[in-house]
């Protein structure tokens, strides 16, 4: 997987993903407060750096979703 992110920061990951499915999809993929609860890129950024799990399904999500662009 870490083939996959290489290059790829948190940030743009967060930022794409959002752009792909919105927070509301993204809640409803990965149960996760900072997608629930009042989000946004820096919420989320503080949170995910802090809680490994939560990085991990994030960046998962990230490798299997099929982008448009």
């Known amino acids: 997987m870490s083939n996959?992110?290489?290059?790829?920061?948190?940030?743009?990951?967060?930022?794409?993903?959002?752009?792909?499915?919105?927070?509301?999809?993204?809640?409803?993929?990965?149960?996760?407060?900072?997608?629930?609860?009042?989000?946004?890129?820096?919420?989320?950024l503080k949170f995910l750096r802090k809680t490994p799990w939560a990085r991990t399904k994030v960046e998962e999500l990230y490798v299997a979703t099929k982008f448009a662009d």
């Open 4 to 44: 996959d992110l290489h290059g790829v920061t948190l940030e743009a990951i967060v930022t794409r993903l959002h752009k792909h499915y919105g927070w509301e999809q993204l809640a409803q993929r990965i149960d996760i407060n900072c997608f629930i609860s009042d989000p946004s890129v820096k919420s989320s």
